[in-house]
T-cell receptor, first 113, second 112 residues
Framework: KAGVTQTPRYLIKTRGQQVTLSCSPI?????VSWYQQTPGQGLQFLFE???????NKGNFPGRFSGRQFSNSRSEMNVSTLELGDSALYLC????????????FGEGSRLTVL | GNSVTQMEGPVTLSEEAFLTINCTYT??????LFWYVQYPGEGLQLLLK?????DKGSNKGFEATYRKETTSFHLEKGSVQVSDSAVYFC???????????FGQGTELSVKP
């Protein structure tokens, strides 16, 4: 069974640009969550989607957005990039809601110059 | 609000030493508790979990007991190996909150 796949794995952008990250969950998993990981702030929750609906949203500015498609694949977008957006963005999928049992991808490492 | 606090790292141990990583939590309601592990260059993996008070989660020689009276979920292993070197995250989820909340992570380095 394939795991959670995130693309791209690494990317470099400049301030002011925008970026789209993609996540393919494990087959059969309908819930997808996104986390931002930085050395200073640790793991911070961005959003959670289930059946194409956003269930939960973390405390991030509106520049951060996401969506989920009918095949459960998810994308997140960050517009007007800032230096502080440099981070590892982790996607996780789960079979059921609110269990805490998440399956993580390897992440997309974003560097903003 | 709900939160998780872990002991600060990095923790450096010799092979076969005993490991304890402390974790305490604050939560409304009755959370489920987890330990996740992140090996270098990888995403997080679920290590173990406990869903109610006095439950003991265990996996790969690691153990943690859900202590409601002390709001703690300390991770232990009797004899660590070099391959256990990783970052360990304590986390909780509540039905009311829905999302998984992580502690700041504790880096473990095991030397041969």
């Amino acid at each position: 069974k394939a795991g959670v796949t995130q693309t791209p794995r690494y990317l470099i952008k400049t301030r002011g640009q925008q970026v789209t990250l993609s996540c393919s969950p494990i087959s059969g998993h309908r819930s997808v969550s996104w986390y931002q990981q930085t050395p200073g702030q640790g793991l911070q929750f961005l959003f959670e989607y289930f059946s194409e609906t956003q269930r939960n949203k973390g405390n991030f500015p509106g520049r951060f957005s996401g969506r989920q498609f009918s095949n459960s694949r998810s994308e997140m977008n960050v517009s007007t990039l800032e230096l502080g957006d440099s981070a590892l963005y982790l996607c996780a999928s789960s079979l059921a809601l609110d269990t805490g049992e998440l399956f993580f991808g390897e992440g997309s490492r974003l560097t903003v110059l | 609000g709900n939160s998780v606090t872990q002991m600060e790292g990095p923790v450096t141990l010799s092979e076969e030493a005993f490991l304890t990583i402390n974790c305490t939590y604050t939560a409304t309601g009755y959370p489920s508790l987890f330990w996740y592990v992140q090996y270098p260059g990888e995403g997080l993996q679920l290590l173990l979990k406990a869903t109610k008070a006095d439950d003991k989660g265990s996996n790969k020689g690691f153990e943690a007991t859900y202590r409601k009276e002390t709001t703690s979920f300390h991770l232990e292993k009797g004899s660590v190996q070099v391959s256990d070197s990783a970052v360990y995250f304590c986390a909780l989820v509540t039905i009311q909150g829905g999302k998984l909340i992580f502690g700041q992570g504790t880096e473990l380095s095991v030397k041969p």
